[in-house]
């Protein structure tokens, strides 16, 4: 069955382009050259005692810190993550984007997350007190939630079924660092029943002086594992270790 989401639609049309600043670094951000995009499988994504957050990769790994990290909650519900995770009928999706600075070792994120809308109060909690960030549709996406912690599904202005919603956190993305654990191993040996999820990475570089377009020849997905940072502090698996779930290519939900 063809899982339906909807995720990034103008996002999906920005890597089309060579030049490219990521959102939200800084203001003065040198220009960033577009390397290019690959799939990537992400196997595991854990919380740590500290609250900071890792995404698991095949060749690294992701980190998100103090409130930025904040912004990954709707991720850690079991109510609606585990069914979707699972692809259980009628559950809902998720899709992720990741924006890779090669020059800097940072990462962006963003995310679309299709779901019931039993779920409302649970995906508000997770996010309550956060500066807005989402975007928040019900129903097929004709339906704005301009205050998402106000306003109900039954509000909408037609009498169009609502019983699904999408959260989409695309126009300000994530921020975090690209990382390499020193246990990855373990915790991915501990992991092995996961099923990953596909996401597609976009990899940039700081743009070099006066270059031009045709300087451009060479692959980004070389050397990311030696570009990581090494995260050498243990990292503790709390009892619930989120498996991602392989999920296709995003799709408009309906």
Known sequence: MLRKIVV??????AA??????????????????????EAVQ????????????YLLGEKEDYEFSATEARYLAPLLQPSYMIPILKEQEGSGSLGIVLYADRSN??????????????????LRDSVRGLDKRWRVFYGSGDCYAEDF?????S???????????NFIID?????????QLDNREEILKDSAQSFPIEVSLRNYRV?????????????????????????????????MLLLLRKCGRACVGG
């Open 171 to 179: 126009r300000h993305p994530i921020n975090g660092r690209i990382v």
């Open 207 to 239: 743009k070099r002086g006066s270059e031009k377009l045709g300087d451009m020849t060479h692959s980004a997905t070389g050397g990311v594992k030696k570009a990581a940072l090494i995260v050498t502090a243990p990292i503790w698996v709390p009892p």
């Open 155 to 165: 509000e909408c202005s037609n009498d169009k079924p609502r019983d699904k919603m």
């Open 8 to 13: 990034l639609a103008c996002v999906l049309l």
């Open 16 to 37: 089309c382009t060579s030049y490219h600043t990521p959102k939200n670094y800084s203001d003065d951000f040198s220009p960033m050259v577009f390397l290019g995009m």
């Open 105 to 122: 070792n940072k990462i962006q994120l963003e995310y679309g997350l299709y779901l019931d809308v039993k779920h409302l109060d649970t």
């Open 149 to 153: 912690f106000k306003m109900n599904p």
């Open 42 to 53: 992400i196997s595991s994504l854990i919380q740590t005692p500290d609250n900071k957050i």
